[in-house]
């Protein structure tokens, strides 16, 4: 079986502009969930999804972070504008049910260099 | 203060050694424990979960939380170079959020 997809791997991208990742949980989990890797420091959740809705987004940087889950399944992740403090990982996460109850399985993700 | 504290690295150890690795946390709240390992340029992976004080062993690793104290830890036996990774404790109280700690550096020399 599949684990968490995410693409792309790598993104260089100039500050002021957009960039967008995408995440592929696994199948049947409803549970999604986008956390952001700064060098050196453990993951942060941005926002998480119950099927198609945020039920936690309080860390998200409303300003120029956007996120949707269509249909419940894909998600992306879009910061619009870019600034060199956005230098990270995305990782994307997925679980069926409450972490604790049940594993969150984390794809390799995205590491995002803006310059 | 963090809600989660963990020992900085990174950490050196010689093959064969036993590794020790702790986090301590604020919130009592707090009910589930884990421990994640995510190797370079990976994404983090499950390795032990813990529910109660106690002691939880899985091969060479074992989990140890003392609520009391808010004070968990992940020990290896026989440390081996493939063990050399960052180690992330991660707690949650029983609802969907995940908190991490900052993470240990761990290389393992032969």
């Known amino acids: 079986e599949a684990g968490v997809v995410q693409s792309p791997r790598y993104k260089i991208i100039e500050k002021k502009q957009p960039v967008a990742f995408w995440c592929n949980p696994i199948s049947g989990h409803n549970t999604l969930y986008w956390y952001r890797q700064n060098l050196g420091q453990g993951p942060e959740l941005l926002i998480r999804?119950?099927?198609?809705?945020?039920?936690?987004d309080s860390q998200l940087p409303k300003d120029r972070f956007s996120a949707e889950r269509l249909k419940g399944v894909d998600s992306t992740l879009k910061i619009q504008p870019a600034e060199l403090g956005d230098s990270a990982v995305y990782l994307c996460?997925?679980?069926?049910?409450?972490?604790?109850?049940?594993?969150?399985?984390f794809g390799q993700g995205t590491r995002l260099t803006v310059v | 203060q963090k809600e989660v504290e963990q020992d900085p690295g990174p950490l050196s150890v010689p093959e064969g050694a036993i590794v020790s690795l702790n986090c301590t946390y604020s919130n009592s709240a707090f009910q589930y424990f884990m421990w994640y390992r995510q190797y370079s340029r990976k994404g983090p992976e499950l390795l032990m979960y813990t529910y109660s004080s106690g002691n939880k062993e899985d091969g060479r690793f074992t989990a140890q939380v003392d609520k009391s104290s808010k004070y968990i830890s992940l020990f290896i036996r026989d440390s081996q170079p493939s063990d050399s990774a960052t180690y992330l404790c991660?707690?949650?109280?029983?609802?969907?959020?995940?908190?991490f700690g900052t993470g240990t550096q761990l290389k393992v020399e032969l």
């Open positions: 996460a997925s679980s069926f049910g409450p972490v604790g109850n049940t594993e969150a399985f």
């Open positions: 999804y119950e099927n198609e809705e945020a039920v936690d």
């Open positions: 991660a707690i949650t109280g029983g609802g969907n959020k995940l908190t």
